[in-house]
């Protein structure tokens, strides 16, 4: 960015702090169009960007007293750019783990639901060789042989997470095969 714009950035804020509603409207305007690339590079979604542009001009409205005006004003909006994009985060991601589901509580659940039924897995063994390889050997190991999720990975050379989801796959397909 040029000086020329930098400079123009830090008039607009000082003639906001003196009372220009013009300039400050303009100030908010541009800092929302240079912030809006920095954020969509961090959200997935376009509401999202919107919403913490909102937050993030809502606290330079909140701490435009304490700017300034002999220091960019750039850096500035992105110290308050970032704090907000991290709250932000923060929260999406608390929000998201305590609404999480342990897998282990998934698989569980799942071969329950398909056990019991009252079928084995020599009953269903036809439509297990139909799977995807990887997935038929993880439940042949798990269910005829009677491995766990954790040595199923070690003979295969998988983390147990993904015998586990492989599994859990294996199991919804099967679960709609057999209730059609």
């Not at 908010?28 to 240079?34: G, K």
């Not at 923060?90 to 639901?113: F, K, P």
């Not at 995807?132 to 050379?157: F, N, S």
Request: charge should be neutral; glycine fraction near 4%; hydrophobic fraction near 40%.
């Amino acid at each position: 960015m040029s000086a020329e714009k930098t400079e123009h950035f830090e008039a607009l804020m000082r003639q906001a702090q003196g009372g220009d509603k013009r300039a400050y409207a303009d100030l908010l305007r541009e800092t929302a169009r240079f912030l809006r690339p920095f954020l969509a590079k961090h959200l997935n979604f376009s509401a999202e960007v919107d919403d913490v542009l909102q937050e993030i001009l809502l606290s330079i409205h909140k701490a435009r007293h304490t700017y300034d005006g002999n220091r960019p004003y750039k850096p500035w909006v992105y110290a308050i750019a970032k704090f907000r994009l991290q709250d932000h985060l923060r929260a999406h991601y608390a929000d998201h783990l305590r609404h999480a589901v342990e897998l282990s509580e998934v698989e569980n659940d799942l071969q329950e639901n398909v056990t019991q039924s009252g079928m084995t897995y020599e009953s269903i063994s036809g439509e297990v060789e139909k799977l995807p390889p990887r997935q038929a050997e993880i439940l042949r190991m798990m269910h005829q042989e009677g491995y766990t999720a954790k040595e199923v990975a070690e003979k295969v050379g998988m983390n147990e997470s993904a015998v586990k989801v492989a599994a859990h796959r294996a199991y919804k397909i099967l679960r709609e095969k057999l209730e059609r």
